[in-house]
């Protein structure tokens, strides 16, 4: 088991940026596939970003492609979400999540580990 913990979230202005912190403990980071989900209230659950064991392949949602980078640190048991160009729809809380089976994952079933989430309020 991996247990996950979000930081970074806060307040920004419309045109702003912020970046999001994936922390993981419990269980070797490389061998989990990482992904970034965000929630609205009334709304569901709704996939961001998603990143290989590697590194190498990244996935986007087409409603943050372009704005949002993933990235991921292995020695640093951190993967990262690089938020610009944010606008008051981005406003969410924002989950990270772990799984082993896939190389990417962009459904929210498809995940085996969650962290409690960090909040983002985007201002206009």
């Known amino acids: 088991q991996v247990q996950l913990v979000e930081s970074g979230g806060g307040l920004v202005q419309a045109g702003g940026s912020l970046r999001l912190s994936c922390a993981a403990s419990g269980r070797t980071f490389s061998a989990y596939g990482m992904g970034w989900f965000r929630q609205a209230p009334g709304k569901e659950r709704e996939f961001v970003a998603a990143?290989?064991?590697?590194?190498?392949?990244?996935y986007y949602g087409d409603s943050v492609k372009g704005r949002f980078t993933i990235s991921r640190d292995n020695a640093k048991n951190t993967a990262f979400l690089q938020m610009n160009s944010l606008n008051p729809l981005d406003t969410a809380v924002y989950y990270c999540?772990?799984?082993?089976?896939?190389?990417?994952?962009?459904?929210?079933?498809?995940?085996?580990?969650w962290g409690q989430g960090t909040q983002v309020t985007v201002s206009s």
């Open positions: 999540a772990a799984e082993l089976a896939r190389v990417i994952a962009t459904r929210r079933s498809e995940y085996d580990y």
């Open positions: 990143i290989s064991r590697s590194g190498i392949s990244t």
